[in-house]
């Protein structure tokens, strides 16, 4: 029998996936590191909806935590950070935060693989890091979720200042627009703690997994659409050229 949160959870790796795949073929045509940052962070989600998926259905063990909890709330968000590092402030800045994003989820890996377990993992239910981990991966989580979120939000203030400056429109709209829908996306994801108490706890992260995910994409969209589409193409001489 599936149940609503085994369906939610399924919802959502096949949304992440699909957003993941077609983030990661705009990169292919185009080659945009922010892209394959966004394709890369997206894929995590997807993996971390599919620990969820595998948890609810068939009931959690230890590997299925650790996967989850490396997936859902490490590693995912810094990797979308670093595509808004990439967009607004070009290779120069990105490769660095890339470097570094890249240190950070192979030590998490590794500390998640082998931290120690307080007790075992219930069956039912959402296991929580903060009951079954020590200090280090909760750390981890802390850090690189409320970083990677923390840049992400900056990037979509930056932007909306630098168009409030008299930066030109065009691409600085979108630009603000863009990241303001990842940032709210972001939010979304981060969300699921206030909705545990009204739908359960499975439901809330299944729920706004889909709907985080799907604003990130709108606004991943958004961000990169090109201003041939905007405009008339004779109104952009410069840009048509690229």
Same mark, same amino acid.
């Given at each position: 029998?599936?149940?609503?949160?085994?369906?939610?959870?399924?919802?959502?790796?096949?949304?992440a996936?699909?957003?993941?795949a077609?983030? /990661?073929?705009?990169?292919?045509?185009?080659?945009?590191?922010?892209?394959?940052?966004?394709?890369?962070?997206?894929?995590?989600?997807?993996?971390?909806?599919?620990?969820?998926?595998?948890?609810?259905?068939?009931?959690?063990?230890?590997? @299925?935590?650790?996967?989850?909890?490396? /997936?859902?709330?490490?590693?995912?968000?810094?990797?979308?950070?670093?595509?808004?590092?990439?967009?607004?402030?070009?290779?120069?800045?990105?490769?660095?935060?890339?470097?570094? @994003?890249?240190?950070?989820?192979?030590?998490?890996?590794?500390?998640? @693989?082998?931290?120690?377990?307080?007790?075992?993992?219930?069956?039912?239910?959402?296991?929580k890091?903060?009951?079954?981990?020590?200090?280090?991966?909760?750390?981890?989580?802390?850090?690189?979720?409320?970083?990677?979120?923390?840049?992400?939000?900056?990037?979509?203030?930056?932007?909306?200042?630098?168009?409030?400056?008299?930066?030109?429109?065009?691409?600085?709209?979108?630009?603000?627009?863009?990241?303001?829908?990842?940032a709210?996306?972001?939010?979304v994801?981060?969300?699921?703690?206030?909705?545990?108490?009204r739908?359960?706890?499975?439901?809330?992260?299944?729920?706004?997994l889909?709907?985080?995910?799907?604003?990130?994409?709108?606004?991943?969209?958004?961000?990169?659409?090109?201003?041939?589409?905007?405009?008339?193409?004779?109104?952009?001489?410069?840009?048509?050229?690229?």
């Open positions: 029998m599936v149940t609503p949160e085994a369906a939610l959870a399924a919802t959502a790796t096949l949304v996936l699909a957003f993941s077609s983030t /990661f073929e705009r990169w292919l045509q185009r080659r945009r590191p922010h892209e394959a940052a966004w394709s890369l962070s997206l894929l995590l989600f997807a993996v971390a909806s599919f620990a969820l998926w595998l948890g609810v259905a068939k009931g959690w063990d230890a590997a @299925t935590f650790r996967v989850f909890f490396l /997936f859902g709330a490490i590693v995912n968000v810094p990797w979308l950070a670093v595509g808004t590092v990439y967009l607004l402030g070009g290779p120069a800045r990105g490769r660095p935060a890339a470097a570094v @994003t890249a240190a950070l989820s192979l030590y998490a890996a590794g500390v998640v @693989t082998v931290a120690p377990l307080r007790g075992g993992v219930p069956a039912t239910g959402l296991p890091g903060s009951e079954l981990f020590g200090a280090l991966p909760r750390v981890l989580a802390a850090v690189a979720s409320g970083g990677g979120a923390t840049v992400v939000i900056a990037g979509a203030v930056w932007s909306a200042v630098r168009l409030a400056r008299g930066a030109p429109g065009g691409r600085s709209g979108r630009l603000v627009v863009g990241n303001v829908l990842i709210v996306g972001t939010l994801l981060g969300g699921s703690g206030t909705l545990a108490g739908l359960g706890e499975v439901r809330a992260f299944a729920v706004t889909v709907i985080g995910i799907a604003v990130l994409f709108a606004g991943f969209l958004v961000a990169t659409l090109p201003l041939s589409l905007q405009r008339p193409a004779q109104q952009l001489p410069a840009e048509a050229a690229r």
